[in-house]
C-alpha cells in the first residue's frame, strides 16, 4: 500500500487516481501530523512526501518516520514545485528520502520510480520475513540440538548404570558408544569382544540381520579380558527404526553364565533319564509287538484293541524321549544339521503325506496356497519335515472343532528367502503369550488343562530354523486360529 501525503486536496485526487489505475492501494493525508499517525498505524510500502505543508513541512516528516523502527525502512518520494536547488534536495536524501520530484509531476515518469521503488520495497520486505524465518529456523535447530544432546547424555547415563554390557552402533553398523563394562571383555570399543571358537561369530551375525533390518539375539561365550574366562552372554542387537529407516541400533551383552550352567545340569539329567529309558523302552516295544504275532488277535477283539492302545501310548513315549535328546543335544550343541540341496516342495509334499497316513481317524484337509517352491536350497530335509510336522501336528491338535489347515509359500527375492506359513482356525493364542511360545517348557496355561504336552516341540523347531540362519515367528488371534510361518536363506 501507498500513503500519498499532501496539503493540497486536488493533487491527492489526481495522484490517487493515476496509481489506482494502475491497480496499487493507496491512501491519503492531508497534513504532516496525519501522515505520522497514519504511517505508524498501518504498513507501506512507499511514501509520496510533498515538500511544502504548513506546521510541519516534508523534511520534518521525513526525518520523523526515520526516527521510528516501524517506518524508517519506508522508502520516500519527495514532491516540490519550488525547492528545486541543490541545498534542498540534498536535504531531501539527508532526511531519508530515496526520490525526488518535481512538480508539475510527469505522470508517466512518476508511475516509472513508484513501481521501482514499491517492487523494491516489497522485495525487502519478503528478503526480511525470509531472514526472520531463517533465524527462528536456525533457533529452533540450535535449541533441539540442546535437547537432543541433553536426552543423548541421559541416555548415555543410563547406560553407564546398567548391570550389562551396553553400546550403541550406528546406522554403518560401527560401534558409537559403550558403557564402562565393555572394556572388561574388549580393548577397544571398535571390535567387539572375542568369541568362543565354537560359538558364531558375533560381526558376521550382526551384518546378516543388519543387511535384513532385524533384530539379534545370540547366547556367545565371550573372554573376560583379565581372568580369560569364557562366559555365556546374552546378546542383544535392536534396531532404532526413524521415518522408516534405521537410525542406529542399541546393544546389550547379559550375564547368564550361572544360568547356562544350572540349565547344563538340568539338561545332563534329562539326557542321562532320556538314555536310560530308551533301552527298556525299546524292549517293551519289541516284546508288544511279539505279544501281539504270537496271540493272533482279532482285529476286532477288545484285546486287539488294548495291545493298540500301548503300542500307541508307546510311540508317544518314545517321540517324548527321542525330543528330550534332542534338547539335550541343542543345549550341548551336538544337534546336527545336515545340509544339502533339497527342493523344498518335496520336503513339503512328504509332511503332508506323513501327516495324512498318521490322522487316519481324522479327516483332515491340508490345502495348498501360494507359489510353489520348486527350486534347490541348502536344507537337512529330515530336520525341516520335522518342523513341518510339528506344525501340521499341532495345527489339527489345537483345532479339535475345524479340521482344515492351509501351508501357504512364498519367495521373497528381495530379502532372498523363502517362507512357509501353516494356519490353523483353532483356539489361537493370546498376543501377550505369543513371544513365549517358542521358549524351552512353555505351555500356555489355557491349552495346557486341556491338550497334553512338554512345551519342547516349538523350541525344538526353532532351533533347527536358527541353525538354518532362518526365523521362526507365530500371529494368532484368540479363537479364530494361528499361523506358524518359518523363514529358509535362499543361499
Known amino acids: ?255 547368564i553364565d550361572d544360568q547356562k550352567k544350572i540349565e547344563k545340569e538340568k539338561d545332563e539329567f534329562l539326557s542321562i533319564a532320556s538314555h536310560e529309558l530308551k533301552t527298556p523302552l525299546t524292549s517293551i516295544k519289541a516284546y508288544v509287538q511279539l505279544l501281539e504275532r504270537k496271540l493272533k488277535l482279532d482285529k476286532e477283539s477288545s484285546e486287539a484293541g488294548f495291545v493298540a492302545k500301548v503300542q500307541g501310548q508307546i510311540e508317544k513315549l518314545n517321540a517324548l524321549i527321542t525330543d528330550l535328546l534332542d534338547v539335550s543335544k541343542i543345549e550341548n550343541g551336538k544337534l546336527k544339521i545336515d545340509k544339502k540341496q533339497v527342493n523344498l516342495e518335496s520336503v513339503i509334499s512328504n509332511a503332508i503325506e506323513t501327516i495324512q497316513q498318521t490322522h487316519e481317524e481324522r479327516i483332515v484337509k491340508i490345502e495348498r496356497q501360494g507359489m510353489k517352491p520348486d527350486i534347490l536350497i541348502p536344507l537337512d530335509e529330515i530336520r525341516i519335515e520335522q518342523v513341518l510336522i510339528n506344525f501340521l501336528t499341532n495345527a489339527i491338535k489345537y483345532s479339535p472343532h475345524n479340521n482344515q489347515v492351509i501351508i501357504t509359500t512364498f519367495v521373497d527375492e528381495e530379502a532372498e528367502e523363502v517362507r512357509v506359513n501353516v494356519t490353523d482356525f483353532g483356539i489361537g493364542i493370546p498376543d501377550f503369550k505369543q513371544d513365549a511360545v517358542f521358549k524351552k517348557f512353555y505351555r500356555v496355561e489355557e491349552s495346557s488343562l486341556q491338550f497334553q504336552g512338554m512345551g519342547i516341540g516349538l523350541f525344538i523347531c526353532s532351533e533347527i530354523i536358527k541353525q538354518h540362519h532362518g526365523t521362526v515367528g507365530v500371529s494368532s488371534v484368540l479363537g479364530e486360529g494361528s499361523t506358524f510361518y518359518f523363514t529358509l536363506p535362499l543361499n
Not at 524508517?72 to 536535504?91: C, E, G, Q, Y
Not at 531472514?131 to 541421559?154: A, C, F, W, Y
Open 1 to 255: 500500500m501507498i500513503l500519498i501525503v499532501d496539503d493540497n486536496q486536488n493533487n491527492l485526487y489526481s495522484l490517487q487516481k493515476l496509481l489506482e489505475s494502475k491497480d496499487f492501494k493507496v491512501e491519503t493525508a492531508g497534513s504532516g501530523e496525519e501522515a505520522l499517525g497514519k504511517a505508524l498505524k498501518n504498513d507501506y510500502a512507499l511514501i509520496i512526501l510533498d515538500v511544502q505543508m504548513p506546521d510541519m513541512d516534508g523534511f520534518e516528516v521525513a526525518e520523523s518516520l526515520a526516527g521510528y523502527s516501524k517506518t524508517k525502512d519506508i522508502p520516500i518520494i519527495f514532491l516540490s514545485a519550488v525547492n528545486t536547488d541543490k541545498k534542498f534536495i540534498t536535504r531531501g536524501y539527508a532526511s531519508g528520502a530515496k526520490d525526488y520530484v518535481t512538480k508539475p509531476v510527469d505522470p508517466e515518469i512518476l508511475l516509472l520510480k513508484v513501481k521501482t521503488f514499491y517492487n523494491l520495497q516489497e522485495q525487502n520486505i519478503a528478503m526480511k520475513k525470509t531472514q526472520q524465518n531463517l533465524e527462528l529456523e536456525v533457533k529452533g535447530r540450535r535449541e533441539s540440538q540442546v535437547t537432543m544432546k541433553s536426552q543423548i547424555d541421559h541416555f548415555h547415563l543410563m547406560l553407564e548404570s546398567l548391570p550389562q554390557i551396553a553400546f550403541t552402533l550406528n546406522e554403518d553398523g560401527i560401534v558409537d558408544f559403550v558403557n564402562g563394562k565393555w572394556y572388561q571383555y574388549s580393548e577397544t570399543e571398535k571390535n567387539f569382544p572375542e568369541s568362543h571358537l565354537d560359538d558364531l561369530n558375533i560381526r558376521e551375525e550382526f551384518e546378516r540381520c543388519k543387511r535384513k533390518g532385524k533384530a539379534l539375539e545370540l547366547e556367545v561365550r565371550i573372554k573376560n579380558r583379565i581372568s580369560h574366562e569364557y562366559r555365556y552372554h546374552l546378546l542383544r542387537i535392536t534396531p532404532v527404526y526413524d521415518e522408516g529407516r534405521v537410525k542406529n541400533w542399541v546393544g546389550t551383552f547379559t550375564d
